[in-house]
């Protein structure tokens, strides 16, 4: 059975990198089958997707946080992470990960979330 | 990028149906057969409830469909449960830099 798992720090500071890893497994990050992406839900707010990767490293981003993300895939460990610079408190958010699939482009599968907040 | 266009809010009583639109334009919905819903409890992770505008998966009731016309995505949810009290999110490909959207959400009250 596929779970997801995210994990990372709950708060960073403001104008430094957010961190998150989704550990992955009943499935490998290196299936054809599917993407890999993060979505994330400011308090209160809905959801908004900011990043996926394909295990060949092909990488789509949200145009309004492309100059700020980076998105990764360690095949070794199964894994795949999010880096989000300069961060402020706008990026204070439930972090998703979740499961794409390839063919029709939906989450099949989420993370259970988890929250990283912006504060000094 | 613009997100797509759902009411922020929907009601009905126990066993009406209810139906939630969901608004895109040529580039996703109205082009792609790629509409996708998600149904999300406070505090938890969103649920993929119908994907390829009318597709449920294995396991979700056959009282939620979807269908669609021109550039409007609708969730129908017929026999209103207690449980359906929810936030409901339509998602669609798109052709442009952002190929993932989702809409706004919609919160759904059961009387």
């Known amino acids: 059975q596929l779970q997801l798992h995210e994990s990372g720090p709950g708060l960073v500071k403001p104008s430094e990198t957010l961190s998150l890893t989704c550990s992955v497994s009943?499935?490998?990050?290196?299936?054809?089958?599917?993407?890999w992406g993060w979505v994330r839900q400011s308090p209160g707010k809905g959801l908004e997707w900011i990043a996926t990767i394909y295990y060949t490293g092909s990488t789509y981003y949200h145009p309004s946080l492309k100059s700020r993300v980076t998105m990764s895939i360690d095949t070794s460990k199964n894994l795949f992470s999010l880096r989000l610079r300069s961060v402020s408190a706008a990026d204070t958010a439930v972090y998703f990960c979740g499961r794409i699939v390839y063919s029709d482009y939906y989450f099949d599968s989420w993370g259970q979330g988890t929250l990283v907040t912006v504060s000094s | 990028q613009s997100a797509l266009t759902q009411p922020a809010s929907v009601s009905g009583s126990p066993g009406q149906s209810i139906t939630i639109s969901c608004t895109g334009t040529s580039n996703d919905v109205g082009y792609y057969n790629y509409v996708s819903w998600y149904q999300q409890h406070p505090g938890k992770a969103p649920q993929l409830i119908i994907y390829?505008?009318?597709h449920r998966p294995s396991g979700i009731s056959t009282r939620f469909s979807g269908s669609k016309s021109g550039n409007t995505a609708s969730l129908t949810i017929s026999g209103l449960q207690a449980d359906d009290e929810a936030a409901y999110y339509c998602s669609s490909y798109t052709s442009t830099s952002a190929p993932w959207v989702f809409g706004g959400g919609t919160k759904l009250t059961v009387l």
């Open positions: 009943g499935d490998s990050v290196t299936s054809s089958f599917y993407y």
């Open positions: 390829d505008v009318s």
